[in-house]
């Protein structure tokens, strides 16, 4: 399977642990993002990466939130001391770089998501 | 800040029929795109229709349309010919056009739950 692939698909923590998601992305895409999705709404915006570079945060992320892409090919998302308010699907998408003057067709190819469950 | 919104939660038609999604959004852009992707149930979710803003021609992808309004900023999605492997969570979304270095994410809605009855 060459899609975007997250791992784990389904995690259950307490309140107060650490959580870590990792998301191997399309092996060409260099544009990486994550997403959350809470239950019965659309995505929203968690951060980005251009190969390893970190180039934008959303206000989403908060300090107890971190993502890395140390080589430019996986990623990893971290959430510690979670809170229940953390509960959500969090996703991952890449996109390729396209182009000179066609910087890709905008397409994102999404994950299965990782399902984050705090009791 | 783009916003996009879907005014309709769920939809419900019998298989065979045609629905219409809606879909606006606002923004201060003259050049976007604009995509309806579709969320299966506990399946990844998968682009059904593209469309360029500065592209007049409404887009379509086989079953798929759309009609795309940019005065009205409103961008709904039609499904000839319903199929049950149609039932999923349906998104709009928009994306601003590219920059050097720029996320170029994708904003989307709320979503509308489609189910196709048999």
């Known amino acids: 399977d060459t899609g975007v692939s997250q791992n784990p698909r389904h995690k259950i923590t307490k309140r107060g642990q650490n959580v870590t998601f990792r998301c191997d992305p399309i092996?060409?895409?260099?544009?990486l993002y994550w997403y959350r999705q809470t239950l019965g709404q659309g995505p929203e915006f968690l951060t980005y990466?251009?190969?390893?570079?970190?180039?934008?945060k959303s206000r989403l992320l908060s300090d107890r939130f971190s993502a890395e892409r140390p080589k430019g090919s996986f990623s990893t998302l971290e959430i510690q001391r979670t809170e229940q308010g953390d509960s959500a699907m969090y996703l991952c998408?890449?996109?390729?770089?396209?182009?000179?003057?066609?910087?890709?067709?905008?397409?994102?190819?999404f994950g299965e998501g990782s399902r984050l469950t705090v009791l | 800040a783009q916003t996009v919104t879907q005014s309709q939660p769920e939809m419900s038609v019998q298989e065979a029929e045609t629905v219409t999604l809606s879909c606006t959004y606002d923004?201060?852009?003259?050049?976007?795109?604009l995509f309806w992707y579709k969320q299966p149930p506990s399946r990844q979710m998968i682009l059904v229709i593209r469309?360029?803003?500065?592209?007049?021609q409404n887009a379509t992808e086989n079953r798929f349309s759309v009609n795309f309004q940019k005065a009205a900023k409103s961008f709904s999605l039609k499904i000839s010919d319903s199929q049950l492997g149609d039932t999923a969570m349906y998104f709009c979304?928009?994306?601003?056009?590219?920059?050097?270095?720029?996320?170029?994410?994708?904003?989307f809605g709320q979503g509308t739950r489609l189910t196709i009855n048999p």
């Open positions: 998408a890449s996109r390729d770089p396209g182009v000179a003057g066609a910087p890709g067709t905008g397409e994102l190819f």
């Open positions: 923004t201060s852009e003259n050049n976007y795109y």
């Open positions: 092996s060409e895409h260099n544009r």
């Open positions: 979304a928009f994306m601003k056009p590219f920059i050097i270095q720029g996320a170029q994410k994708l904003v």
């Open positions: 469309q360029e803003a500065y592209k007049q």
């Open positions: 990466f251009q190969n390893e570079a970190q180039l934008e």
